[in-house]
């Protein structure tokens, strides 16, 4: 059972989402928040396994709420769902440990399938929002020079190609034919590779330093 708490200031949305959750047999809404304050007497009082987080929460901001979650309940995960389709704020919640990022015109499918993953501890980035990423990179000035005179194993380009097209974990490992779990190993060896702490920052220096286009 998947325990989702909501949070978005504008309680028709939340009843929205509680409503599609309801009908799912691994998902158990247990909670509406519209303010931190709230998130925070939820999280002290009830088992929450992810928080489905808006970055806008009037007076409050989510990029806050979940630097707070991270912090103090690092077992909960943060999947943002947001209006805001620009880089710098999905940016800006990864870093600050969201699991995932997705527009609030996603479909209730691909909100399930997100939920779903950041629940086992991947990553999950829509395409759009993978795309979104790549193209505010495209635009910045590429370096001279290659600082990062990395080496890859042709498994690791190959996943690293993947990620940049928005595929999970399950995905990749379908599509290359090999288990989860090497996966796995190959999405932890590229983040220290490139010593960072998530895919969003990967990406982000592997389009810089030229790695994938």
């Not at 708490?5 to 009908?23: M, P, Y």
């Not at 806050?64 to 999905?90: G, Q, R, T």
Request: some cysteine; aromatic content about 6%.
């Amino acid at each position: 059972m998947i325990r989702v708490l909501l949070v978005d200031d504008h309680k028709i949305f939340t009843e929205g989402v509680a409503s599609l959750l309801q009908n799912e047999s691994d998902f158990e809404v247990v909670g509406e928040c519209q303010n931190a304050a709230q998130v925070k007497t939820t999280l002290k009082e009830k088992a929450i396994d992810v928080v489905l987080l808006d970055i806008n929460l009037g007076e409050d901001s989510g990029l806050n709420v979940c630097n707070y979650i991270v912090e103090k309940h690092p077992e909960v995960k943060v999947l943002a769902m947001s209006m805001y389709n620009d880089e710098s704020f999905i940016t800006k919640m990864m870093k600050n440990g969201a699991s995932g990022y997705i527009l609030k015109n996603t479909g209730g499918e691909e909100l399930l399938k997100a939920l779903r993953t950041v629940f086992k501890g991947e990553n999950y980035q829509s395409k759009e929002v993978t795309d979104i990423i790549m193209l505010s990179l495209s635009r910045q000035k590429a370096p001279e020079k290659n600082l990062y005179e990395l080496r890859f194993t042709r498994r690791e380009k190959e996943v690293l190609e993947l990620v940049a097209k928005g595929k999970t974990t399950k995905e990749i490992a379908s599509d290359l034919f090999i288990s989860i779990k090497t996966v796995e190993t190959h999405r932890s060896n590229l983040l220290s590779k490139f010593e960072v702490k998530n895919m969003i920052s990967l990406l982000k220096l592997a389009m810089e330093y030229g790695y994938i286009k």
